[in-house]
């Protein structure tokens, strides 16, 4: 079946270190996002891809990174410099956004920084 | 740039009632409106979305929502409550910055009561 896949579902991290979260689709999208989700804040967005080798910065970029080598994979690393890491991070994709497309959503990764 | 507002974080129904969850938005543009339901550490699916067309626009499980440009409003509803659509729900809009950017309310949590 085609899909977002995220990995891993539950992730505990040390302050000070930098972790991965994995994001794998097979639905031949173009564009992929990454969002944090927060109680009561809905969901704001880190990065956007539209294509390979290409990246955008969304409303709360700083203490994030991200690569896109592949089309099917947009990983995002939460480096030590985020202060507040603990959340829900959603993962996306969607073809042709700018035609008003559905965005599909993985079932998201929880971080906590212990 | 866009926006949503979404009116009351929390609502409360009765099994059968009429329920009605409320979305303002702000465009500059045309905008793509969406609504998406999650339940309980998932990610979001899709309820259903306005492009363009009929401003009245039919969804899953039986929600509906009515586009009201004078009113900067896309209004979700359903006629009867039913205990499985507790869950929280998320009005987006996009259609900026070629539509790459989708922007989330804060969400609205939806409480059926038997």
């Known amino acids: 079946d085609g899909g977002i896949t995220q990995s891993p579902k539950y992730l505990f991290r040390k302050e000070g270190q930098n972790v991965t979260l994995s994001c794998e689709q097979n639905l031949n999208h173009d564009a992929m996002y990454w969002y944090r989700q927060d109680p009561g804040q809905g969901l704001r967005l880190i990065y956007y891809s539209q294509i390979v080798n290409d990246f955008q910065k969304g409303d709360i970029a700083e203490g994030y990174s991200v690569s896109r080598e592949k089309k099917e994979s947009f990983p995002l690393t939460v480096t030590s410099a985020q202060k507040n890491p603990t959340a829900f991070y959603l993962c996306?994709?969607?073809?042709?956004?700018?035609?008003?497309?559905?965005?599909?959503f993985g079932e998201g990764s929880w971080l906590t920084v212990v | 740039a866009q926006s949503v507002t979404q009116l009351g974080s929390h609502v409360s129904v009765s099994e059968g009632a009429l329920v009605l969850l409320r979305c303002n938005y702000s465009?500059?543009?045309?905008?793509?409106l969406f609504w998406y339901v999650q339940y309980p550490n998932q990610g979001l699916q899709l309820l259903l979305k306005y492009t363009t067309g009929a401003t009245l626009v039919k969804g899953i499980n039986g929600f509906e929502a009515e586009f009201k440009k004078s009113e900067t409003s896309f209004h979700l509803t359903k006629p009867s409550a039913h205990m499985s659509d507790a869950a929280e729900y998320f009005c987006a809009v996009s259609g900026d910055t070629g539509g790459f950017k989708t922007i989330f309310g804060a969400g609205t949590r939806l409480f059926v009561k038997a």
């Open positions: 465009s500059s543009v045309p905008p793509y």
């Open positions: 996306a994709s969607t073809t042709r956004p700018e035609f008003g497309n559905t965005i599909y």
